[in-house]
């Protein structure tokens, strides 16, 4: 999202939380981006939350994967010989991906988060903060799917806790394209990184190989690639 997107967004907020956001600013290590939210590097979470829900709420028309891109993961999921049962999605606005999966996954239980407060307009959808990870969640899901990373405020937390959340021999996918790189960082989108980077830092907090890079069709005209770490089987 770039600047007009984040002026868009400001004349939805208050003058307060507006300035609040001018005095982020944005850390740049390597190939990485990321805006800090808050002052002097102190982390202004009412600030996080009402910025990803107001943009939430400005965009909530939009779809951003394609069906024919979750499917080209349900069937490779399948092809990995994976059998879901149970699967999450995070960061999932209208909630398409959740029904998505569902629908080429028969059988599996599949649903979403959403830190914005219109989750519960959509089916299979709770409002959550991906960062969070409930007790009950660990090691129970097949896959974990996100096209959602670059929104996180501390993407390493967030990483870690998906990981966590894997059944052995589990699945996590994170898109990459063209939208993650570091240069697209904004209030709006606050972590940005290279495909390259995005795999050593799973490589880093999984303490595993990247299994491969698949080919996920595109948004648009332009590829999606998706990222797959897959949980040593047990
Ligand atoms: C780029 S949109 C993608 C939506 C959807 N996955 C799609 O393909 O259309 C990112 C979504 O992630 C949500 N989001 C942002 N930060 C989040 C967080 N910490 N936890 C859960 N959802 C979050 C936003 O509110 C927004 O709806």
Known sequence: MGD????????????????????????SDGDMQIY???????????????????ANRMK?????????????LADYLTGAGIKVARGICHGTRRGNEQLWFRS????????????SDTATD???????DFHDVDPDWIGC??????????????????????????APGGALLLDHGWNYMPERVS???????????LIAMLDRIGGGAVREVIEGGSHG??????????????
């Open 36 to 54: 800090r939210y808050g002052a002097n590097g102190a982390f202004d979470p009412e600030l996080y939350r009402a910025v990803q829900t107001e």
């Open 104 to 115: 080429h996954l028969p059988g599996a239980d599949v649903f979403g988060t959403e830190i």
């Open 60 to 72: 909530i028309d939009n779809q951003w994967v394609p069906e024919a891109h979750i499917k080209i």
């Open 221 to 234: 005209r332009l590829p999606i690639r998706t990222i797959v770490f897959r949980k040593p089987a047990a």
């Open 141 to 166: 899901f097949d896959f974990v799917y996100s096209n959602s990373w670059d929104h996180a405020h501390d993407p390493e937390r967030a990483f870690r806790g998906w990981i966590d959340c894997l």
């Open 187 to 197: 209030a709006m989108d606050p972590f940005g990184i290279s495909e390259d980077g």
């Open 4 to 27: 007009g997107g984040v002026r868009r967004l400001s004349k939805r907020l208050s003058d307060d939380l507006v300035a609040r956001m001018g005095s982020g600013s944005v850390d």
């Open 122 to 128: 959509f089916p299979h959808t709770i409002q959550w």
